[in-house]
């Protein structure tokens, strides 16, 4: 991975070589899925919205996430990358690491940059502050759509690095 906050614009534009990289080693059908995924960031860093629905059941598709309970169907879920989108410009995606479990799962590492520029967050004002989250999420598929996202994020890091909370990040936390 790249050092902390030296990000080009250019690495959440995935050539065909570093998404052959990522799908190597995995099922044709997981490929697949993960190139979905890869392609919805794309949709997404782009801010498009509409262009999104597509790569969902959006009816059938459920999220969890223990950082945000309140996001668990679709259309809420949706409003999460939107307010990040105008919040953090520029806001995006990209995966890093694919992994694959049979014909409708797939593990992914992904990471999200943006600053703090469109407006608040959680009370603190804009200033340029990064945001940097790196998180899992485990994907179901039914067919070409997702149906479910389980995520867990590096909520901690963000929420210092923006300035929400104070707290010194632990060096060894036995000491």
């Known amino acids: 991975m790249a050092e902390k906050y030296s990000y ?3 690495d ?3 050539s065909a070589d570093k998404r052959a990289e990522i799908t190597k080693g995995l099922t044709e059908r997981q490929a697949f899925m993960v190139t ?4 919805l960031h794309e949709v997404i860093n782009r801010g498009d919205w509409d262009g999104m629905d597509a790569f969902f059941d959006t009816e059938k598709m459920t999220y969890d996430n ?3 309970p309140d996001l668990g169907v679709y259309k ?4 999460s990358p939107q ?3 105008k919040t953090f410009p520029p806001s995006v995606y990209r995966t890093l690491k694919a992994w694959g479990r049979g014909d409708d799962e797939i593990c992914v590492l992904c990471h999200h940059h943006g600053k703090q520029t469109g407006g608040p967050y959680m009370g603190v004002q804009p200033k340029g502050q990064e945001l940097n989250v790196y998180w899992f999420s485990w994907l179901r598929f039914e067919g070409d759509k997702i149906v479910h996202i389980y995520s867990i ?3 901690l890091t963000m929420l ?3 300035g929400v909370i104070e707290h010194k990040q632990p060096v060894d936390p036995y000491k």
Not at 36 to 39: E, F, G, I, V
């Open 76 to 79: 809420v879920w949706k409003t």
């Open 83 to 85: 307010g990040l989108y």
């Open 160 to 162: 210092i690095d923006i």
């Open 66 to 68: 223990p950082n945000r």
């Open 8 to 10: 080009n614009p250019d």
């Open 12 to 14: 959440f534009h995935l």
């Open 36 to 39: 979905q995924w890869m392609d």
């Open 153 to 155: 994020s590096d909520v």
